[in-house]
């Protein structure tokens, strides 16, 4: 506590990132990164760019990276935004779309960001309950609200919300916006994208840090409306004319031409994921259904803590989160098929002490 | 405007930072960036950094590259922030340590970005009236506020407030933050940063974009007491636990290394600066007194907003803004000596008819 702070940042509590560990080598299944490299175009554009146009200031409107993605999604230039990473297009978007005066609503488990930006921001919110099996009843969402939020799939459970059950929220809330956070979508799940010229108060916020293997250049973006997509750059123009650096731009823009490798790499994280899961579940886990590139497990009789523990001795990293509802379970990244097999390998020893 | 902008975005006007065009190959004095490229000892570092390890998250410490900024100034670890872009530096500075109730102190003529963070964040703020001659009366300073920032040099004057001036202003304001804003202390003016141990409130912000030559990376940083650097880590893991992509860090760290690069190229700009200013004064310019990277002129009879246009169609950029005070002046980055000689010779054919 300082009282050079002002009063907004005495009372909020940041959010926490997953470790990233320099004492040693871990197997690391704990912050949701792509095991496989990003595409070898990515690389070669990148080192093809590192010349002296670096002093240069990059291109603040980032035409370049957002024709790329409008092109992947048949979307018009204007109806796509990009930032340092979803994290940053969320902050934005609750800047943007959210108020103080009336609730935002998002699940009791999901992001757990979401909450840090309300405190931030001094936005208000309610959270609503999931149903026991995690699964969201879409009912909850049409209680009284001035926007809403969730992941699809959600965070950390891995569960997907068919898109027939996303419309029938977005389209109850049709003069509130809506944002759909789809970190994790191309794991299994199927975009909401599709939606957009259909209502003009969705928002979708997607990554390339995880199904583009691209965590380290922090590249994230979103989709709607132009009207919506205008709001965001209003908030960007107001606090750094260049958020995404040169390198993070073309970088992004060769991963998403690259359609080929994207293809191989998330199908491989599909495979390998159902693979784990069925083990697990062999094993005596209860394992969620998931549409990520992650699982979110509990073992009957194990507790999630100690087994958080055993693992990151044994040179394994996942993620506990010590949350009313969740602190039984783990979420795991999925890893290479070679990082899983060690990583069923060790817990099995665990478990069987 | 859409009903969907929550009310402060409504109500913002962000800023516009200096073109980066697309059209032709122009010579760019219109946003202060540097005419040397980044020290080869950087290009070297990002491509052999450029590789598999780009699908993991950036160390969201930033330690490295803190710990090379706290070493080049003599500084602890947790001393220094790090940021992307000295304007998102400042942002989160605005949320750190201003509040919505009491009022800001800045100079009238100052960087535009200001009172944009102000209208977003719904901060009051008071300009205080610079000099005839562009400088600073540290007295205005002495008047009530919550907190103070000023550029030092000044932008877009260039003019420099002898550092003995500056301590005034701190040690008055003792109880209030005071940021110096020193995106171009390193082409002539003395920092700060050796007050830093003296003064708890004193806050100074500067960038890699202009005198180490990497806008294209987007790499900002401030120093300052522990309570006011931890401030600022409060706000930025409330947004973006990774605001620095790995290969900007990488970047930023070499360049902060390689001091005899750094030395060399400052040195050079400087001595541009000082001779093409003489030569604007000889065929009747008023240049200001410079200290920055580029420098402010007014021409006796030819108005500056034709001479922009003029500059422009034969393939000079400068920067003008339309502005009270200052719009009789232009903005010129300094460029290489080729770029300045081509500069002055037509200019001069533009005034002379």
Request: glycine residues 4%.
């Amino acid at each position: 506590m300082s009282k050079y702070w002002s009063n907004t940042i005495k009372d909020i509590e940041p959010y926490v990132p997953g470790e990233q560990p320099k004492d040693k080598t871990y197997i690391k299944l704990n912050t949701n990164e792509n095991p496989y490299p990003p595409s070898p175009r990515v690389i070669k554009a990148i080192k093809e760019n590192t010349n002296n146009n670096l002093r240069l200031y990059p291109d603040p409107g980032c035409d370049n990276l957002k024709e790329a993605i409008a092109s992947y999604y048949n979307l018009d230039r204007d109806q796509v935004f990009v930032g340092n990473g979803s994290d940053e297009v969320l902050a934005f978007s609750f800047m943007a779309f959210f108020d103080r005066e009336r609730p935002l609503l998002f699940p009791t488990i999901t992001y757990s960001f979401y909450p840090v930006y309300c405190r931030l921001l001094n936005i208000e919110y309610r959270q609503v309950p999931l149903q026991d099996d995690f699964t969201l009843n879409v009912e909850e969402f049409y209680r009284e609200n001035h926007g809403i939020i969730f992941p699809n799939p959600n965070a950390p459970t891995g569960i997907y919300l068919p898109l027939s059950k996303v419309e029938k929220i977005v389209a109850y809330n049709i003069d509130k916006v809506v944002i759909i956070d789809e970190a994790y979508i191309d794991f299994g799940g199927k975009s909401a994208v599709s939606l957009i010229d259909k209502y003009p108060n969705l928002l979708i916020v997607q990554t390339f840090s995880k199904s583009r293997s691209l965590a380290g250049l922090r590249i994230g973006f979103a989709m709607g409306n132009k009207k919506l997509i205008e709001g965001l750059n209003r908030v960007k123009n107001s606090i750094n004319s260049y958020t995404l650096d040169t390198l993070a731009m073309i970088a992004a823009r060769e991963a998403i031409k690259d359609d080929k490798y994207f293809e191989e790499t998330r199908l491989k994280i599909i495979k390998t994921r159902d693979r784990v899961a069925k083990n697990l579940r062999k094993i005596g886990f209860k394992v969620l259904d998931s549409r990520a590139n992650f699982i979110f497990i509990s073992h009957q009789s194990y507790p999630a803590c100690d087994l958080f523990n055993e693992l990151k001795d044994k040179g394994i990293l996942v993620r506990y989160f010590n949350q009313p509802g969740i602190s039984n379970y783990l979420r795991v990244s999925v890893g290479t098929e070679r990082e899983m097999d060690v990583f069923i390998k060790t817990i099995e020893e665990i478990i069987s002490g």
